[in-house]
């Protein structure tokens, strides 16, 4: 068995979702991921994640990058709102 583990790139469609439904299966999304980062053993951690265009990364900088992401486009937003008096 291999020690990385692939993501499928492009399996998700939101185009023609509402706000509401896109929201709705992200919040979907997350909680299963937080399910399956809680189910790891430490000894995981030191497996290797195949990201489709950086190659091999540890998945313990993955699961960083899981965390810190949202919190990157949430203040992007923010910025975004306060350049545009919103």
């Not at 068995?1 to 992200?26: H, N, W, Y």
């Not at 790891?40 to 899981?66: A, C, I, M, N, T």
Request: net charge positive; charged share 25%; proline share 6%.
């Amino acid at each position: 068995m291999s020690d990385s583990v692939r993501f499928p790139v492009g399996c998700f469609q939101f185009k023609a979702a509402t706000p509401e439904m896109r929201t709705k299966l992200i919040e979907a999304i997350r909680a299963r991921w937080v399910e399956a980062w809680l189910a790891l053993k430490d000894s995981d951690f030191e497996r290797k994640w195949v990201h489709p265009k950086l190659g091999l990364l540890p998945v313990d900088f993955v699961l960083q990058q899981y965390e810190w992401h949202p919190r990157h486009h949430t203040s992007q937003i923010a910025s975004f709102r306060s350049r545009m008096g919103w």
